[in-house]
């Protein structure tokens, strides 16, 4: 799971993406996602969760872990 989520972050190229994104109506959520690479950081704010393709997926995944992976303390 690990490899694919780096791969959808080389697919995504944190450094073409916008800082924030928003959609065209109210009382939706907000995403808040900070991407580390290559000695960068990108923080970017999706009000609407559905600022590009490569996001939305990027979501998705971030939200199945919380129950695909055994976490441990």
Do not use: C, H
């Not at 995403?31 to 996001?55: C, F, P």
């Amino acid at each position: 799971e690990f490899d694919e989520l780096m791969e959808l972050l080389r697919y995504i190229g944190p450094d073409k993406l916008d800082n924030r994104y928003d959609v065209g109506w109210t009382d939706d959520q907000t995403a808040t996602t900070e991407i580390k690479y290559n000695g960068l950081s990108k923080i970017i704010s999706d009000y609407g969760k559905i600022g590009t393709y490569g996001l939305a997926i990027l979501y998705n995944k971030f939200f199945s872990l919380r129950t695909s992976v055994d976490w441990t303390k």
